[in-house]
């Protein structure tokens, strides 16, 4: 009986282990080191990397070279006015991040020379094994003919942005009430609600509806519509010309 619980205990043991190693690893990468995301120059005077690392995605430390602070420094006080504006504001973006993520992030003191920013990048990103953040597009193609792994933003937004745009049409069933007078609730596929005006009195029925606006909220996605009109807009201009109405709840 003593073997038995023994043995129980142990195997509780080695999964207990598995569980707090697996958790210690997250954000390290296969050599046992913590994931090294270098910053560049775009990524910061776009300031959209603020609010990412804010939520707490950006899973590793982030690593801006003094040689991409000399770059926005050398913009901030250049001749061309939107240049320095954008760099004065990548600036407070960097400043802002060591104030918000400070254990997350790193100043690092590489070599000031007359090599270009974006290949010091990608020197120290092929060396230490990191990750490239960026919106430059070029840069990561780049990046990624070497093998770098990379983070553009911009592909963030992309895979975040509704699939559904303000204009077009569709088939729902209303399934509820909305919280407001008049309103009827559905969903899509996906899940995201929709709040469609002048439906309260069509719930159970499907309807075909004109998205109006989209809205992200911390709680999640929703979509605002309205009942369309039995006439739809056409030519070769018209919006939603030549798109099929599609279906959803059937």
Known sequence: ???IILIILGLI???TSFLVVRSFRKGFNYSGQRRRI???TSSLMDGRILKVAKTGFLDGLLII????LNEMQLLADGKDTEKRARARFGLDVVNELERVVHN?????PDALDHTPVDNRLLQLAKENRGTILTTDYNLGMVAKTMDIDVLNVNDLAIELRSDYLPGERMRIKITALGSNPKQGVGYLPDGMMVVVDEAATLVGRFVEIEFVK???TNSGRMMFAKV???TRP????GRGAGRKIKNIGA
Not at 65 to 68: D, L
């Open 13 to 15: 043991f080695i999964e």
């Open 104 to 108: 997350e992030v790193e100043i690092l």
């Open 234 to 237: 056409s030519g070769r201009f």
């Open 1 to 3: 009986m003593n073997e």
């Open 65 to 68: 070279p003094h040689s991409v």
């Open 228 to 230: 369309a009109t039995q």
């Open 214 to 216: 989209f809205l992200q």
């Open 38 to 40: 270098y910053v560049d």
